[in-house]
């Protein structure tokens, strides 16, 4: 790409960039009168497995069908995963137009993938602070920290949810934006700042719309926001790139992606918004179909249907299909095609699963699966489908029923603390008496989320003769992360379902009575 440089633009960090990350990924490239895709993807013929796993996995007899499957393998691209397209491709341009600087902050709201991608600018010496849902699932989070990535862990999804905009919560509101000061402040934030924006702050928390969180943290500190979920370069670089590229590597195979349907799945919109228009343009057609998970299903990075409908990049009049499948049916196929060798991860499984359902109700067809990224980050997942973990989850009637099990409850989360009654609440609901429930501070909680190490106020809480704990916390989620954090340490708890907020004699009360903003 040609680059017209001027005086706003950073030409030293202009020519790092190109040198350690352009360089390393897709783009299009003029060579002599022609203009070609350089550092592809690989685009693989995987229809042989795809019939093997129908017929082996789920009894699906696809033999005998006119059916071709490519997967395009972006899980083998820098960082692992299609997002690095989006990401250095928005850089580029923040760079070029002078909008990014040396020594400035790159914030943004992310699942995971594209913060990964992000982290990639910290070897060119940017700062990187990403907004994470607690939810993200513990292979996400290392690899978040394996790129010396800042995280701010949120207990929401990062998603736009306007339909909260008329179920405001504010105690809740109030005490993330205090956990988010906290962790701008240990960051080197001047808080200052933070506070004279706060009512702003709380009122986007209110809304759980982390996106335009991110946007306006950006803006009051003037750090860089990518904004992923609502830029058009998002969508640009899946049309110019990654449509172009496939269909180059079709033409190469003697065939074209006019005669085929593409399949992924929704994170952002960029993808798909890319991949239509480039079909709709060049061949006046629609041929994309996208793939959600069923129902409350959790895929790392998809949304589901419902949670797709609030992006910006959501343009389901240029889909050719949307299928909503079941991703616990797709685990299987998922250990089906990592144990044959090959790399992707969850949500390659649920769009192989959906064209296993399409080939056998429309008799085969051509077919592009976006294989999105690779198994390392969800190996943890994968183990599950082959071997029953022990228990990190127990209901309150389990719980209760075996409460003499325990050395301890111990209360664990990183912004709210129990008032009196609460923990009056947890010790009538679990039949023990509340001197046995413990409160460390939300300072420890955290440090245990964000080190992975246990902390010495913490540790002294845990030890007992019985050698097994119960975290419990607002909602389940917080409890459910530190579960697997001190299982990597040896350390054996289980984490109450639900959360105080499932409690049957708390449901009529409100929650400020039962919990409170915890002080540091």
Not at 121 to 133: A, D, E, H, N, T
Not at 206 to 211: E, F, G, L, V
Not at 491 to 508: A, C, D, F, M
Request: hydrophobic share 40%; glycine share 8%.
């Amino acid at each position: 790409m040609e680059v017209i440089k001027g005086s706003n633009i950073d030409n030293g960090l202009l020519e790092r960039f190109q040198q350690e990350i352009w360089s390393k990924v897709p783009h299009l490239e003029e060579m002599q009168n022609d203009a070609k895709i350089v550092n592809a993807s690989p685009l693989i013929d995987i229809t042989d497995d795809l019939k093997e796993c129908a017929k082996n996995v789920y009894n699906l007899n696809l033999a005998d069908l006119d059916l071709k499957v490519f997967g395009k393998f972006d899980s083998k691209l820098l960082t692992g995963s299609i997002k690095v397209r989006p990401a250095v491709h928005i850089i580029h341009n923040a760079i070029v137009t002078g909008n990014l600087r040396s020594g400035q902050t790159v914030i943004e709201a992310t699942s995971g993938n594209f913060g990964i991608a992000l982290g990639q600018l910290s070897k060119l010496g940017l700062q990187i602070v990403s907004l994470v849902s607690r939810k993200l699932q513990e292979g996400v989070f290392q690899e978040l920290r394996n790129e010396n990535i800042y995280i701010i862990d949120l207990d929401m999804d990062i998603c736009p949810a306007p339909g909260m905009r008329d179920n405001q919560n504010l105690l809740v509101a109030k005490a993330t934006a205090a956990n988010i000061r906290s962790q701008l402040s240990e960051l080197g934030f001047d808080v200052a700042i933070f506070d004279k924006a706060s009512s702003e702050i709380q009122s986007l928390l209110a809304s759980q719309d982390i996106i335009n969180l991110a946007k306006f943290l950006a803006k009051i500190y003037g750090c860089f926001c990518p904004e992923q979920y609502d830029n058009k370069l998002n969508i640009d670089v899946h049309q110019t790139v990654t449509a172009a590229e496939i269909d180059q590597q079709l033409h190469e195979k003697g065939s074209s992606l006019k005669d085929f349907r593409i399949v992924c799945t929704f994170g952002t919109g960029g993808t798909s918004g890319g991949l239509s228009r480039y079909m709709s343009e060049k061949y006046g057609k629609k041929s994309l179909h996208i793939v959600f998970p069923q129902g409350n299903q959790d895929v790392a990075g998809i949304r589901t249907k419902d949670k797709a409908a609030g992006l910006t990049l959501y343009e389901p009049e240029r889909y050719a299909g949307q299928h909503e499948v079941d991703f616990e049916q797709a685990k299987h196929l998922l250990k089906f095609f990592v144990d044959k060798g090959h790399d992707m991860g969850e949500s390659s499984a649920l769009a192989l699963y959906a064209v296993i359902q399409m080939a056998n109700f429309g008799g085969g067809g051509n077919f592009v699966v976006i294989v999105a990224d690779g198994i390392q980050k969800y190996k943890k997942n994968l183990e599950d489908i082959s071997k029953k973990q022990n228990r990190i989850q127990v209901s309150l009637k389990e719980a209760a029923s075996n409460v003499g099990d325990y050395d301890r409850v111990i209360w664990i989360h990183t912004q709210y603390t129990p008032r009196e009654e609460g923990i009056e609440l947890i010790a009538k609901s679990l039949g023990v008496d509340k001197t046995k429930i413990f409160v460390p501070t939300a300072r420890t909680v955290r440090q245990l989320l964000t080190t992975q190490q246990i902390p010495d106020e913490l540790s002294k809480d845990l030890q007992g003769s019985k050698g097994k704990s119960l975290l419990v916390c607002m909602a389940g989620q917080t409890s459910l992360m530190a579960v697997k954090v001190l299982a990597s340490k040896g350390v054996v708890t289980e984490s109450l379902v639900g959360g105080i907020t499932e409690l049957p004699q708390g449901k009529s009360r409100q929650l400020s009575e039962l919990i409170r903003e915890a002080t540091e």
